[in-house]
């Protein structure tokens, strides 16, 4: 009886420290911003500016899309710190 008392508090265990490691480990969530300016990144905020509309899409939206030759939009390179970009430029909030 004892030994069935170890195994089961064994297996509880064991099943508190996976649920921990799942609970703990969720992916990052990001997004492809873009402007009306047709700038587009990635950031990992819905940033909201008063004035300024943007466009969020899921981070896979990316590799959906044609970069080279497209007039419309430009992608943007990651920049380091909260903000957004328009016409070209990093605006830090």
Do not use: K
Not at 12 to 23: C, H, K, N, T
Not at 76 to 90: A, I, K, L, M, N
């Amino acid at each position: 009886m004892r030994l069935i008392n170890i195994i089961s508090s064994a297996a509880v265990a064991g099943a508190l420290s996976i649920g921990a490691v799942a609970v703990s480990s969720s992916p990052a969530i990001a997004y492809v911003a873009c402007n009306s300016d047709g700038d587009c990144w990635h950031t990992e905020d819905r940033v909201q500016v008063p004035g300024i509309s943007f466009d969020f899409h899921p981070d896979d939206w990316y590799f959906h899309q044609r970069w080279d030759g497209d007039e419309r939009r430009h992608w943007r390179e990651y920049h380091e710190g909260r903000g957004y970009w328009r016409g070209g430029v990093w605006i830090t909030l």
